[in-house]
């Protein structure tokens, strides 16, 4: 099966639609969960720009990968 990385950043709704992506993915097609982004078929980074925090995660993000 084809494995998914997710990273949520900001607030209890993004962790909510994280569920949701979860879900629609699974829906579709069958997707294993992985922690290592390396080993993703599909790479996902779920945030918002209201919450100062998560907006600087994402520029991490974007420097790291």
């Known amino acids: ?8 950043l ?3 709704m993004n962790v909510r639609d994280t569920e949701h992506i ?3 993915l699974n829906r ?3 997707y294993e969960l992985t922690e ?3 080993d993703a078929d599909l ?3 779920n ?8 907006a600087v995660d994402t520029v991490d ?3 790291l990968y």
Do not use: D, R
């Not at 099966?1 to 949520?8: A, G, H, N």
């Not at 945030?47 to 998560?54: G, H, L, N, Q, R």
């Open 1 to 8: 099966s084809k494995k998914v990385f997710i990273e949520t």
């Open 10 to 12: 900001g607030c209890a």
């Open 22 to 24: 979860i879900a629609e």
């Open 28 to 30: 579709h097609n069958s």
């Open 36 to 38: 290592q982004l390396e």
């Open 43 to 45: 790479i996902i980074i």
């Open 47 to 54: 945030t918002c720009s209201s919450e100062p925090a998560a």
């Open 61 to 63: 993000y974007n420097v």
